[in-house]
């Protein structure tokens, strides 16, 4: 925001260009009082004023030559609340003048950097340039169109000290620049013609972004017969600083500025709530869902270690291989239940009790609870070479 007030600090003076053939909301200087609302003093000088359509607020009273006719309207371009203006000057003699359109450009100092931001839809992207080369790449060819060439160009110190003044007021001084360069032409009809380009250029001092420059110029034409030609330009220069702002006008820029901001922030309040209240019920949903998924990997678990113990107690039933004393029966029960199986009870050296078939006066049982039965006192598995070298226990029969 400080750039676009500092603008208009040019634009107040400089603005955009006014068609001549447009008479849409034009303010005639001849309807305002010489002297204007601010000033103190009585003088010859015509005072116009500039004036906000949008609320009828005078922005600002400049004093013109009372011999030239004045007309200005408001333009909205660079901001919908504050206006820039666009004006033209003429008279009887001939003279003719007016301001081109403010042109505005950000220009940064990594091109990839820049050519990136345009693709993101940034507007506006040029290297900074400065105002010489301006006046040699735009203004000279357009005033060679017309007849004219250059005489000479150079700067005006008084312009210069007064815009510097006015960015200083405004709080921006370390990193603002401000060029002023004044142009004279002539041609072979007898008409002479002076412009005056004023640029300001303002350095990021961002060291967390990208470099870059927020420039922008405009410029002031002002064509004379040249028998008048020195005396109207020495008036045409002093316009330039010749004007007062309306207090009642800088009053409502900063209670607007202070509203819109409210409303900025307002807004952003209200976007920050609803992306914190979306978080919250985004970390809630996953603590539900993380909740949901742990009950339902409990009861699966669950699920599984009882399906597992069925499995493996019916697997023992069914192959014989291990005997529980976890059994609902009682021993006469097992013992029944042994007999009619026709199962035998043995016990390794561990403790661990099994049922084999019974019918056998030896077993030999390995880890896995695979066992060999025998009558064969003199038969050892472990030197069995089919049995692929595994190791076998001798375990004992019991009763139940």
């Known amino acids: 925001m400080k750039t676009k007030y500092i603008s208009l600090i040019i634009i107040c003076s400089l603005s955009a260009c006014i068609d001549s053939n447009s008479n849409q909301h034009l303010t005639d200087a001849s309807a305002t009082s010489e002297g204007g609302i601010f000033s103190s003093q009585k003088n010859t000088a ?11 607020l005078t922005v600002l009273e400049k004093n013109f030559p009372s011999h030239w006719d004045v007309i200005s309207k408001p333009s909205y371009e660079l901001d919908q609340y504050l206006p820039t203006f666009q ?21 940064f100092d990594d091109v990839s950097y820049g050519e990136m931001m345009k693709n993101y839809g940034q507007k506006n992207i040029k290297p900074y340039t400065s105002p010489e080369s301006i006046v040699n790449q735009e203004i000279n060819p357009a005033m ?16 210069l000290a ?13 990193n603002a620049n401000v060029y002023i360069v004044v142009s004279e ?21 961002d060291m967390n972004s990208s470099g870059y420059t927020i420039w922008n110029y405009a410029t002031d034409f002002l064509f004379v017969p040249e028998a008048n030609f020195n005396t109207e330009k020495e008036s045409f220069l002093k316009t330039v600083t010749n004007y007062k702002e309306n207090p009642k006008w800088e009053e409502y820029v900063a209670f ?26 985004f970390q809630q949903r996953m603590q539900d869902q993380k909740a949901q998924f742990e ?27 291990s005997y529980s004393e976890s059994n609902s029966a009682d021993q006469n029960q097992r013992s029944f ?43 050892n598995p472990n030197g069995d070479l089919n049995l692929n070298n595994q190791n076998w226990e001798l375990v004992k029969k019991v009763d139940n």
């Not at 000057?89 to 403010?102: E, H, R, S």
């Not at 060679?144 to 312009?159: A, E, H």
């Not at 032409?185 to 001092?205: D, M």
Request: aromatic content about 10%; hydrophobic content about 30%; cysteine-free.
């Open 162 to 174: 007064f815009m510097k003044k006015k960015i200083a007021e405004k709080g921006i001084t370390s």
């Open 46 to 56: 015509k005072t116009h004023a500039f004036v906000d359509s949008k609320t009828g």
């Open 256 to 281: 607007t500025r202070r509203e819109r901001q409210l409303e900025a922030d307002r807004q952003l309040k209200m976007q920050n709530d609803r992306a914190n209240q979306q978080y919250a019920y």
């Open 87 to 107: 004006y033209k000057i003429q008279n009887k003699q001939g003279l003719i003048g007016f301001n081109t359109n403010l042109r505005q450009f950000i220009g």
């Open 295 to 321: 009950s339902h990997q409990q009861m699966m678990k669950d699920r599984y270690a009882t399906n597992d113990a069925n499995h493996e107690r019916f697997m023992n039933t069914i192959r014989g291989n």
């Open 337 to 379: 239940i042994n007999m009619i199986r026709e199962e035998q009870v043995v016990l390794n050296a561990d403790g661990q009790k099994y049922l084999v078939e019974a019918h056998s006066d030896r077993y030999w049982m390995n880890s896995n609870g695979e066992y060999i039965k025998t009558d064969d006192s003199f038969y």
């Open 144 to 159: 060679q169109k017309i007849g004219f060439k250059l005489l000479r160009t150079y700067s005006d110190p008084n312009i």
């Open 185 to 205: 032409w002539t041609n072979n009809s007898g008409t002479k013609a002076v412009t005056l380009l004023a640029q300001l250029a303002l350095k990021s001092t």
